[in-house]
């Protein structure tokens, strides 16, 4: 069974950073597709950052040159640095796997998720 597990949330002043963690069970995150979405208060899920089987990544317009979605195998682990922090970028943060996925990374099906970690941005 898979499970994945974020952690790294809190609260953070505008232009500050913060670095999520996915832990993940039962999927080897090396060759898997996965993602971060968020989604804020009265608003829709997004996608905001995503990497495929070989690596590739894809990124949102709003967090491009921003975020950083990156794999440690060794840990079995996703991470998102997130850097110059905004107001908008408030929100709960989910990670989520489409399996083995060498699509392009923002076309890979996601249909497992975690529980999401929350991200406040404010001054």
């Known amino acids: 069974q898979v499970q994945l597990v974020e952690s790294g949330g809190g609260s953070v002043r505008p232009g500050g950073s913060l670095r999520l963690s996915c832990t993940a069970s039962?999927?080897?995150?090396?060759?898997?597709?996965m993602a971060w979405f968020r989604q804020a208060p009265g608003k829709e899920r997004e996608g905001v950052a995503f990497i495929n089987s070989a690596d590739y990544t894809n990124y949102a317009d709003s967090v491009k040159d921003r975020f950083t979605i990156s794999k440690d195998y060794a840990e079995n682990t996703l991470y998102l640095q997130m850097n110059s922090l905004k107001p908008d970028d408030t929100a709960i943060y989910y990670c989520?796997?489409?399996?083995?996925?060498?699509?392009?990374?923002?076309?890979?099906?996601?249909?497992?998720w975690g529980q999401g970690t929350q991200v406040i941005v404010s001054s």
């Open positions: 039962g999927v080897t995150v090396s060759s898997a597709g």
């Open positions: 989520a796997t489409a399996g083995g996925c060498y699509e392009t990374p923002s076309l890979c099906r996601y249909s497992i």
